[in-house]
């Protein structure tokens, strides 16, 4: 029987459905986190074969003494992952330790988590990426703006998601970001690129093939959600989108992806833009490897009508599934953020939208930033539709 340590396997909170698909495929599933057994809902108890606490997952000695004590208790571990950005390089590196050889190890680590890295494998296969400079001295930053013009993106080369991220308009803001940045953070400086986020998301064997895709669309940057406490939306297509899926796999193949969730990001452009491409195609952005955050593999599930908890499972049970896709339609997820007056209120949503609604509720706060406070997920055979509900859902007086 193969052991699979799950990292923090409690958060985000519907992660309990990867630990009871495993444990339905006949795995040994191990969870190693640091929320007291007492706290874990029952579904998620249920799905774990034990559970070490830690006094903190960010100790990394004790987090090394519960993976070397389910070791000595279950033999060899077969997989370790979290599926989740935060604890990616932790999971790296404890798979390098104890040898674990399935997921990504040490020296993988750069070319999946370093922004101006992961620009070298997307030229590789032909994609192109928005031109960068590494922030260092004031004067080379004011060349390359030269070079690229206003607005610039600022960044932390290593980051997770859109934190310490700004949009810098003109050198004003440029010197305030250059007075108040972080000593200890490495941030790259990128062209700003007129588009919106279209992303690859894919179930990915032990042969570098999909056995699962599907994408999502994100109209409003996340770096505006967050720098000014927006609402948020996105969606799950209906169907990938062609361009999507090839430019997707190619990117696969370029980073050498294996037995994976994968959450590909790229840029199809909003307006013409020379030496990258024309209005509608896409460019790379960025690669995550680890499912859509939060809530999306539920979202997958509702537009598909299907199980990607399953799907990743079978992937670590059989390298394969037999699961597959059923009806499609958009999913959408809106957002709301507390203090805003809206027109409609929560009942008149769901007296309009109840016969759409997958999912509602509050939003937990360590995804609020991104996310909004107030989530509504919803169903919509067309993008009419879809558009209709956000404009009703966002409406504010």
């Known amino acids: 029987m193969k052991n699979f340590i799950f990292i923090s396997p409690n958060f985000p909170e519907n992660y309990w459905h990867f630990c009871r698909e495993l ?26 074969n034990e559970y070490y606490k830690v006094g903190s997952l960010e ?11 389910f070791r000595n208790k279950y033999g060899e571990i077969d997989w ?29 680590m750069p070319k999946v988590k370093y922004k101006s890295r992961m ?22 930053c004011m060349a390359f703006i030269q070079e690229v013009g206003y607005p610039v993106i600022v960044k932390p080369n ?104 994968v959450h590909f990001e790229f840029f199809r452009l909003l307006k013409d833009h020379e030496g990258l491409g024309r209005k509608g195609e896409l460019i790379g952005l960025e690669v995550n490897m680890r499912p859509s955050g939060g809530i999306s593999p539920d979202m997958m599930n509702f537009s ?17 599934s037999l699961r597959g896709i059923g009806q499609t339609a958009f999913c959408a997820f809106a957002g709301r953020r507390d203090g805003k007056n809206f027109v409609m209120s929560d009942e008149d949503i769901m007296h309009k939208y109840g016969a759409n609604m997958k999912m509602s509720g509050r939003v937990a706060d360590a995804l609020s930033g991104a996310m909004g406070n107030q989530m509504y997920i919803a ?8 558009d209709a509900f956000y404009n009703d859902v966002l409406a504010c007086r």
């Open 379 to 386: 169903n919509f055979n067309t993008k009419e539709e879809m």
């Open 80 to 108: 370790l992952e979290s599926n989740n950005e935060y604890w990616l390089e932790r999971d790296a590196r404890l798979r390098t330790d104890f040898n674990i050889k399935t997921g990504f190890h040490n020296e993988d």
């Open 304 to 320: 598909q009508s299907t199980n990607v908890y399953k799907i990743w499972a079978d992937m670590i049970a059989y390298d394969s």
């Open 23 to 48: 444990k339905n495929n006949g795995l040994n599933v191990l969870g190693i986190g640091d929320a007291p057994y007492d706290y874990l809902c029952p579904e998620l108890k249920d799905s774990l």
């Open 119 to 140: 620009k070298e494998f997307y030229a590789r296969v032909g994609i192109p990426t928005a031109r960068y400079h590494i922030v260092d001295s004031w004067e080379n």
């Open 59 to 69: 100790n990394y000695d004790e987090v090394c003494r519960a993976v070397d004590f």
């Open 158 to 261: 290593n980051g997770v998601g859109a934190s310490f991220t700004y949009k810098l308009n003109n050198q004003d803001e440029v010197a305030y970001f250059f007075a108040t940045k972080f000593s200890h953070i490495e941030y790259i400086m990128e062209e700003y690129i007129y588009a919106e986020i279209n992303s690859y998301d894919a179930i990915i064997n032990s042969h570098g093939e999909p056995i699962f895709e599907i994408g999502n669309v994100t109209p409003m940057s996340i770096m505006d959600v967050v720098n000014n406490a927006d609402n948020s939306i996105f969606y799950i297509l209906n169907n990938l989108a062609d361009d999507t899926r090839a430019m997707g796999r190619a990117t696969v193949k370029s980073f050498d992806v294996k037995s994976r969730f």
